[in-house]
């Protein structure tokens, strides 16, 4: 047995640690916290000091046991979770829950799993920081408090399921409001001007007007100004300048980088830079500061120097601008600056480029440039043509890295030919285009993070699971919509003759992008309505403030969860009794047919339209279309729906009709459902349309092959090409040509997914229909139905009991609720037996 015994909160991490320590350490791993709040109730004891109830989760337990039987055997146990609060807060429930001896626990933390950074952590051990561990509790305690008060306040004057949170509400709001500008939005036109000069040299570039005009006619009559006039350089700037290089990415930088040039998610950023860290080789990836060590700015020279030159060299400090920054002490960095790549996953190599890049270009040398300013003049009117271009003359970081932007009408500047004052230049054309003015762009993943992180909403380790939470409560949604087609008018003067055209071109694209679904917008003005304080930009970043004030040891967290819910919870009460039911009801107008009111709300299956009012017995309704909502459709859009179900006729002896379901328009033919192709209008479509449609689909079931005496289809879904057999898609890849399997391409792909499942499945109890899978990352599954249970690495599934597997589930599956009907029968059968 081991004299030490060192616990992070990672299987990963704890790999790479063991291969820095001794045969004298044994590095064993929580995965994760070991204790929380209960999920079945509030857990916290309000009138006790707003005490948490924590307790250790059942699949943990056989985990704790282990631990504390290695921790009553070790001289010293180590707690070396993250050095942040969520690692102050693992630390010290390992301390409580495993009972440990105070005299022989020492806790270590560490910026980076190197193993002179291990070394140094065990030479300067700690207590465990109970103000970090009070500002953990804080958060999670007022998070809980928010989320189990104000949901069921949704479910009653909203809709049931749904979900409120501080940080969540307060995103959910952003984007809504952005939405709301976009709809709100009128664009006006007005018309560039550009031209195209060559020198005397007979080099080509262009110059712009540096107004707009309004209309098409002032634009022609300066274009008719322009005919047979001649044109000078009349003044030349120069002057040198510079591109200096951003800074060492922090949490949130390095998630709004990742986004705008990986095109990765931000969850899946944050993911990737896990196992990074975890396998030493980058620094701790939840930091706020943008510091790097003197160690780290030495060895960024040191690799500076010997890849690119002494000139390429700049150490420079960096001062950080985060509201509130606090945890790690130093940016993300990788801590090797001699390995440029890494020979590992592709998507982790990818972000690692990216990390490596951005903290060797912050310590080099800035970019020198020399920039050039034009005016050019006519001979017969006063209107001014401006050009600018730059020349590179040293790259410096731009060797190496130049950062990202948001921005989509950000224009690169180009080079200038040689010019000279009074030189005369020649015309080949300018164009007026007809330009309209645009409204806010909608929010990508990375430009929330950096409106959160400039409001001091939230804080690094929140930002990625309150977008996935946002999303997979479809408050919001990734946009889809490519954007529609829109006519503009350019007219070009050439040869001394201005003609006009017509040009195409794509505007509102959302591919992406994050778009408020209706039930997001109703819970939000709702919350914004009801609980105004909680969905303040302000007092959403004075709480973080607050947090951060307790982990300084500055504040009570006691006091102030008081401070807080002594105004929150009557706030509740009061909602609760008086507020009225929120449907998102908007009136459109009336039915020209019936005369009846035409209005749109969300209904319980989701935004549907309604004619008649409510008292009205023969009303009807229609759901709206998956690219309708109830913030911006028209009257004429919501009749149309009404249309539906439309019969088109008969094929095959079955008839064909054409409707609007849950998940979208469709047409149905006898038994057999086929969704309309993305963008077309359910009343667009004739029985021509349908028959084709019908046919594609008829083919597309027909077998292509058999196998076992069961007929084999293919077909095309959301994850790619498949075939089907016998009830199971099997997906196939591009090394088989997808439009001509052969039989033998089948049985190959059959036979392999086959085998596949067999080398996966690790208990079948088919009588009770149940089984135990391996599952990812060397965990397992119990499956039952739709219950599904992940299991920790810990637990060893292949010794798992079939008594043990359904008590784990029992555990797992919600209570039942009970319907009024079922209390009503209970209460008239108690009646009858007294």
Do not use: C
Not at 581 to 593: Q, V, Y
Request: aromatic share 8%.
């Amino acid at each position: 047995m081991a004299k030490n015994l060192v616990i992070v909160e990672s299987p990963a991490k704890a790999k790479t640690i063991e291969k820095f320590l001794g045969k004298d350490y044994q590095v064993e791993s929580s995965y994760g916290h070991i204790a929380d709040l209960p999920s079945k109730e509030i857990g916290v004891d309000i009138e006790n000091g707003f005490k948490p109830k924590y307790q250790v989760s059942s699949d943990k337990k056989a985990l704790v046991k282990k631990l504390k039987d290695l921790s009553k055997s070790a001289e010293t146990v180590w707690l070396a979770s993250d050095e942040d609060r969520e690692g102050e807060a693992i630390a010290w429930h390992l301390a409580e829950e495993l009972k440990l001896d105070k005299s022989k626990t020492k806790r270590i933390v560490f910026h980076e799993i190197t193993k002179t950074a291990i070394q140094k952590a065990i030479e300067n051990p700690r207590t465990i920081d109970y103000n970090l561990v009070n500002a953990q509790q804080a958060r999670r305690v007022l998070d809980r408090l928010v989320g189990y008060e104000l949901s069921p306040v949704l479910w009653k004057k909203v809709k049931s399921g749904l979900s409120a949170g501080r940080v969540q509400s307060v995103s959910v709001r952003l984007i809504v409001e952005r939405e709301r500008d976009i709809q709100n939005f009128n664009a006006e036109a007005s018309y560039s001007i550009t031209a195209e000069f060559v020198n005397e040299a007979g080099k080509s570039f262009k110059a712009r007007l540096p107004k707009n005009f309004t209309t098409k006619q002032e634009a022609q009559d300066f274009l008719n100004k322009n005919i047979g006039s001649e044109y000078k350089v009349t003044d030349l700037e120069t002057k040198p300048g510079k591109k200096s290089p951003a800074a060492p990415f922090t949490t949130s930088t390095l998630q709004q980088e990742a986004s705008r040039k990986l095109y990765f998610p931000v969850g899946v950023t944050m993911m990737l830079a896990q196992r990074l860290y975890e396998a030493g080789l980058i620094t701790y990836m939840r930091t706020d500061s943008v510091n790097l060590s003197q160690e780290a700015m030495a060895a960024a020279e040191a690799e500076i120097t010997k890849s690119y030159g002494k000139e390429y060299s700049r150490p420079r400090n960096y001062a950080t601008k985060s509201k509130g920054a606090q945890e790690a002490h130093e940016a993300i960095r990788p801590t090797d600056m001699t390995r440029h790549t890494v020979n590992i996953d592709r998507d982790q190599a990818r972000l690692y480029d990216l990390i490596w890049k951005r903290t060797v270009a912050s310590q080099m040398s800035d970019a020198k440039l020399e920039r050039t300013n034009v005016k050019i003049e006519a001979n017969n009117h006063k209107e001014i043509f401006a050009a600018s271009g730059e020349v590179l003359l040293f790259e410096g970081f731009l060797k190496v890295y130049l950062e990202g932007s948001d921005d989509e009408d950000v224009e690169q500047e180009g080079m200038l030919p040689a010019l000279k004052v009074n030189e005369k230049l020649r015309n080949n054309y300018i164009t007026a285009t007809e330009r309209f003015s645009r409204p806010p762009a909608r929010y990508t993943e990375a430009a929330l993070v950096k409106k959160l992180e400039e409001l001091g909403i939230g804080r690094p380790s929140t930002y990625a699971p309150t977008i996935s939470t946002i999303i997979s409560r479809n408050y919001v949604e990734k946009g889809s919509f490519e954007g529609q087609e829109r006519k503009y008018a350019q007219l070009t003067l050439k040869a001394g003759a201005v003609s006009e055209q017509q040009l195409k071109e794509n505007v509102g694209s959302d591919k992406g992008k994050l778009v408020p679904t209706d039930i997001g917008m109703i819970v939000n003005d709702f919350l914004v309505n009801h609980f105004e304080t909680i969905l303040d930009y302000n007092f959403t970043a004075k709480v973080e403030q607050d947090f951060d004030e307790i982990a300084s040891g500055n504040e009570d967290w006691t006091k102030m969860m008081n401070d807080f819910y002594s105004h929150f919870h009557p706030n509740v009460i009061d909602v609760e009794k008086n507020a009225d039911r929120e449907s998102g009801e908007r009136i459109l107008g009336t039915d020209p047919e019936s005369g009846k009111p035409v209005s749109v709300r969300l209904g319980k299956f989701g935004p549907m339209a309604q004619i008649g009012d409510a008292e009205d017995e023969e009303k009807r309704f229609a759901s709206l279309l998956p690219e309708q909502n109830i913030g911006s459709i028209t009257l004429d859009e919501a009749l149309g729906l009404f249309m539906l179900p439309k019969t088109l006729g008969t094929y095959k002896g079955e008839e064909v009709e054409v409707n609007n379901g849950r998940f979208g328009p469709y047409v149905r033919f006898g038994k057999t459902f086929i969704s309309l192709p993305k963008g077309m209008d359910p009343l667009d479509v004739n029985f021509e349309v349908a028959s084709k449609l019908i046919a594609e689909k008829e083919q597309a079931d027909a077998p292509i092959g058999v196998y076992q005496n069961e007929p084999v289809q293919k077909g095309v879904g959301r994850f790619g090409p498949f075939i089907k057999w016998n009830g199971m898609f099997i997906n196939v890849n591009k090394k088989y040509d997808f439009d001509n399997l052969s039989q033998s391409d089948i049985v190959t792909l059959i036979e392999d997914k086959l085998q596949k499942d067999r080398d996966k499945l690790i208990h079948n109890w088919e009588d009770e229909g149940i089984r135990v899978e391996k599952a990812r990352w060397g965990r397992s599954v119990i499956l039952k139905g739709k219950t599904k249970i992940e299991l920790t690495k810990d637990v060893d599934a292949e010794k798992l009991t079939l008594d043990q597997v359904k008590t784990l589930i029992e555990e797992k599956a919600p209570a039942k609720k009970t319907t009024k009907k079922a209390t009503a029968k209970k209460t008239t059968a108690k009646t009858k037996k007294k």
